[in-house]
């Protein structure tokens, strides 16, 4: 019940439950595969203060939440009636995006599922390698084997887990995928591979063709490509085969036919493509580590925002596989926490008491590695803290690709990568190397975000405490995201019938006085109020769009008709989520209702402002 609300407010935004094709989350997302992309409202979804951004990307529509994400996706599931046997495959609806991003949306789904507890293992396998070396427990004492079974166990046995997800991305039975993934995993199998590196060990056959074994414990590539081929051979088994015979047939030929083709040639193929991926990627790694680490650390975020990172895990994964180490995500943890640092700085410079609140909720959870609080909610509205963090990403990068710092078991980059980072023969100096990188990088973020990452801001502020008008300036009368006047939702405001002047989606529920002068006009319904400045200048500010109709039940008003207010004066409050809830749309259009006394009316507000900054000018003729 905590997320109903939300929830509607999400269903409602992306095109009501009859426009959605699947919907998975990951850390912090909720990430939606709609039939169409256009019913879909980013920009009034925006409008939520529960939710932090939206992007789209990768053929995915991605409502960026928090760390509460695994919550407010049940609440959506149960409002819009999905269940655990909901396909998290199109079968052909929706949109389709570029090769790219159906890479990453395969990508996506398949390891979103279990991205929880596979950060869990690595980190519990770092941990693990950390009170080895401090000699804090030994390698043979029970209590070690049974952490280590339980760091291990999801590593291990990876093509299950990967079977059974990958057969649900692919929209077939994921259990007779998991059971291809348990074939390669099975003792008798891992025995055989054994036995084949034996000196003069016989080849063994599958009806005449001679088999290659490989240990495939722990792989990705095979297990994914065979669920793709035993996915396809389903479909056309439950196509052709009497609805008596399939249920049992189906299976019966999928498993008769991929876990042998798996053996003898999506296995070794699958194994020959990793080790090049793998051997490809140390070869540019070698030739310049500290280039390698610089790019990395200065994209890292970048790619995040878009959901591309996902691209990249498999072959981090691929690279413990074959090589048993990893020197990319040692890369990408001063990337990290370039922005822990910058939200840090932002912290510590801000004024505005709900903004400081978030820089340090955003910073504590970019240390565990969840950056898109830092990212969308701090750093990146205000471009200079972001930029800056990705500048020392970059540098520290460079120091830890110098270093040549390796993971020996995967997790994505957080404070506990560092653990992770020791080397199976103690520690060295490639660690070092990596602390060193990583401290460079939130330290540098957060300097030049303190000195140089928020002067606009920092005037703002000043001004908005005392706000000193000039008589052709209108200041904005409340927070939140600016919207060109003919993109407003209404024919009527769009096309400048009562004026010039801008609109702005609010993210806050006040509504304050653009500058001094008196309540010119007051609508009944409250959602509407005139105001004239000393100078003449009358403005109209409308909340929302058509919320006349909720005949004034959302909004409070603290002034009346011949009131004398001041800049930054309350004026009316209303609330969001009853209008939300209602069907409405909440772009509030500000008009400059005598616009035609005017020479032109310009907009000095960027892609958001707050309460209080400069919003309009007049030009006088």
């Not at 995006?97 to 789904?109: A, E, H, K, W």
């Not at 602390?435 to 990088?441: F, M, R, S, Y």
């Not at 603290?558 to 930054?568: E, I, L, N, P």
Request: hydrophobic share 50%; net charge negative.
């Amino acid at each position: 019940m905590k997320y109903q609300a939300l929830a509607k407010d999400i269903l409602s935004h992306v095109g009501g439950r009859e426009n959605i094709v699947s919907l998975v989350h990951c850390a912090t997302r909720l990430r939606f595969r709609l039939k169409e992309n256009k019913k879909a409202d980013a920009e009034g979804l925006k409008t939520n203060p529960d939710v932090v951004m939206v992007v789209e990307s990768g053929g995915q529509f991605q409502v960026v939440i928090g760390n509460h994400v695994n919550e407010v996706w049940q609440a959506v599931r149960n409002e819009a009636g999905l269940s655990d046997d909901s396909p998290l495959v199109d079968d052909g609806e929706g949109e389709k995006p570029n090769l790219l991003g159906r890479l990453i949306d395969i990508v996506s789904g398949i390891f979103t599922p279990f991205i929880g507890i596979l950060a869990a293992s690595g980190i519990l396998k770092g941990l693990l390698a950390l009170a080895v070396v401090c000699h804090w427990i030994s390698i043979d004492s029970g209590t070690y084997k049974i952490w280590f079974a339980a760091s291990d166990a999801l590593f291990f046995f990876f093509p299950l887990v990967l079977g059974y997800t990958a057969g649900k991305k692919f929209g077939g039975n994921p259990f007779i995928t998991m059971v291809i993934g348990g074939a390669l995993t099975h003792p008798l199998m891992l025995q055989a591979f054994e036995t084949s590196q034996s000196p003069g060990a016989s080849v063994d056959f599958f009806l005449g063709i001679p088999i290659s074994w490989f240990n495939y414990s722990a792989s990705v590539i095979p297990v994914i490509l065979a669920a793709w081929v035993c996915c396809w051979l389903e479909k056309q088994g439950n196509k052709y085969l009497p609805s008596s015979m399939k249920n049992f047939f189906t299976p019966l030929i999928c498993l008769a036919v991929t876990v042998p083709l798996t053996f003898l040639a999506i296995g070794p193929v699958a194994t020959w493509l990793s080790q090049l991926l793998a051997g490809g990627y140390q070869i540019i790694y070698e030739v310049a580590p500290w280039l390698a680490g610089a790019a990395m650390g200065a994209v890292w975020q970048v790619c995040v925002i878009f959901g591309l990172h996902w691209g990249l895990v498999p072959l981090m994964i691929n690279n413990l596989s074959v090589l048993g180490q990893d020197s990319m995500v040692p890369m990408l943890l001063p990337a990290v926490m370039g922005q822990v640092g910058a939200a840090f700085g932002v912290f510590l410079r801000t004024r505005d008491t709900r903004q400081k609140v978030l820089a340090g909720s955003a910073a504590t959870a970019g240390i565990f590695g969840i950056t898109e609080p830092a990212v969308y909610g701090v750093n990146l509205p205000l471009r200079r803290p972001f930029i800056f963090g990705c500048v020392a990403g970059s540098v520290g990068g460079a120091i830890v690709g110098f270093s040549s710092s390796h993971v020996y078991s995967f997790g994505f980059a957080n404070i506990f990568t560092l653990a992770q980072m020791i080397p199976p023969g103690g520690v060295d100096a490639t660690l070092w190397g990596g602390i060193l990188g990583t401290l460079v990088a939130m330290v540098l973020s957060f300097v030049l975000t303190l000195v140089a990452g928020m002067p606009a801001r920092s005037a703002a502020q000043a001004s908005a405490i005392k706000i000193v008008v000039g008589e052709n300036e209108i200041y904005a009368p409340m927070t939140g995201t600016v919207l060109a006047l003919d993109q407003v939702p209404d024919s009527t405001f769009a096309s400048g019938l009562l004026g010039e002047g801008i609109a702005i989606i609010p993210s806050e529920s006040r509504v304050i006085a653009p500058f001094d002068g008196e309540i010119a006009s007051l609508f009944q319904t409250k959602h509407a109020i005139g105001i004239l400045s000393e100078s003449g200048i009358e403005v109209l500010i409308h909340v929302g769009i058509d919320t006349v109709k909720l005949d004034g039940e959302p909004f409070t008003a603290h002034v009346k008709v011949g009131d004398k207010v001041q800049a930054g004066d309350l004026l009316l409050e209303f609330d969001r989520q009853t209008i939300l809830a209602a069907g409405f749309d909440l772009a509030t259009p500000i008009i400059i209702s005598n616009s035609d006394d005017y020479r032109a009316v310009t907009s000095v507000a960027s892609t958001s402002v707050e309460a209080g900054m400069p919003l309009l000018t007049v030009i006088r003729h």
